[in-house]
Structure formats: C-alpha cells, structure tokens
C-alpha cells in the first residue's frame, strides 16, 4: 500500500521553461512534506519542505505548493535549468515531522538545453 | 564533516553468501535510518535507529536481514544468505532528532549490492 505516490516516473522538459512535479499521499495524519534530488551514484539530498500549515513555501528557483483537501503536492521548479537534471523524491511525515520518512518512487526529471 | 559515510560503495557477491554493509553517520545526530531503492518500490525505510536503540524494524524484508548499532557512530547491516532479489542501492541516513528537522535526513552515497 503506497501511502505517498509519484505517477510520473518521468518528466522532459526545456532549459528556460517550467518544471512541474506532482506526488500525491493517502494518510491523511501526514503534516510535513519534503522534497529530495538524487543524482546517480549520490544519495538523496533535501531539496525544500513544507508543513501543513501552509499551502506554499518558496526557495528561489524551487517552489512547493501543498493542496490538502486533494491531499496533493507538487514541485515547480522555474526556470529549469540542465543541472536540475536528477531524480525528484517526495516524502512525507505525520506528527509536525517527527515521524519517519515515507517516500515516493520518485521522478526522474530530464531538462533538455 | 565529512557526511554520512558508507562502505562498501560498490558490492558483488554470489547467491549464499554474507553481506556486510557499513555506516558512519554524522556526528552527534542520534538517529540512524537505513534505506533499499529499487525500481520497483523506490525508497523502502527497512529499519530505524534512535540512540542506538532499534525504533523501527517492521521494513526489514525477512530474517536475512539484520541491522545493529554498538555505538553512535557506526552500524551494520547484514544479509545472510544473500539472494539476488537483494540487489539494490542500500542507504544510510542520519538525523539530529528522533523525528526530521527542517532539513530531514542527511544521506550517504550508499551501496550498490548485486548479488549474482
């Protein structure tokens, strides 16, 4: 039973333009949310997160929108650029956060010059 | 700091055999994960540490598998006997809380286990 589910196992776009990636979750006690970039041979590095209490947290480039009702979130990622190139982990925890890490089977995004 | 470290990073081994992989995790976090990728289910948590204690062990596949912690700076996890449907990237992660912080796990480079 997946709890945190990434249905795009891939997403091409083009150097410049935007980058959207979406991940949807089931247990409705999840608060906390996270987003990870894994390139090959590394392991996952935290990319952005956000809490429940809000519906949107930006960090430059990279802006994370939270719907819960939908219990849905997505990744954008503005303007891409070549070197975002990796795998897009979302994961997800109840208990403000204190609780493990449930992750999605990621996406891998490709941003093409 | 140098990270979470893990070794060995790249591991071959045949059918039957003891698997042994490794983790240092960063200095005065007090919570040690251990993680499998697979295509097929991605990021799967297979046990959690927290002060050394095992949290966490409900991801552990079967009782092949086996994971300690002696002290707070390294951990094991260990195959035996190994299968090849065990082949996979194995991760590392530490924290500084019992739970994440804002910056969630720190990984290491991880394990690549193929087991033929």
């Known amino acids: 039973d997946q709890q945190v589910k990434q249905n795009s196992p891939s997403l091409s776009v083009q150097e410049g333009r935007i980058s959207i990636l979406n991940c949807d979750y089931t247990?409705?006690?999840?608060?906390?949310f996270l987003w990870y970039k894994k390139y090959p041979a590394e392991g996952p590095t935290f990319l952005i997160s956000?809490?429940?209490?809000?519906d949107k947290n930006e960090d430059g480039r990279f802006t994370v929108f939270l719907n819960k009702s939908a219990k849905h979130l997505s990744l954008h990622i503005v303007p891409s650029q070549p070197g975002d190139s990796a795998v897009y982990f979302c994961?997800?925890?109840?208990?403000?956060?204190?609780?493990?890490?449930?992750f999605g089977k990621g996406t891998k995004l490709t941003v093409n010059p | 700091d140098a990270g979470v470290i893990q070794s060995p990073r790249h591991e071959v081994t045949e059918m039957g055999q003891e698997v042994t992989l490794r983790c240092k995790p960063i200095s005065g976090h007090n919570s040690l994960f251990w993680y499998r990728q697979t295509m097929m289910r991605g990021l799967e948590l297979l046990i959690y540490f927290n002060n050394n204690v095992p949290i966490d062990d409900s991801g552990m596949p079967e009782d092949r598998f086996s994971a300690k912690m002696p002290n707070a700076s390294f951990s094991t996890l260990k195959i035996q006997p190994s299968e090849p449907r065990d082949s996979a990237v194995y991760f590392c992660a530490s924290s500084l809380a019992y739970g994440v912080t804002n910056y969630g796990y720190t990984f290491g480079s991880g394990t690549r286990l193929t087991v033929v």
């Open positions: 994961a997800a925890s109840a208990k403000g956060g204190s609780e493990k890490l449930v």
């Open positions: 247990n409705s006690m999840f608060d906390y």
């Open positions: 956000i809490s429940s209490i809000k």
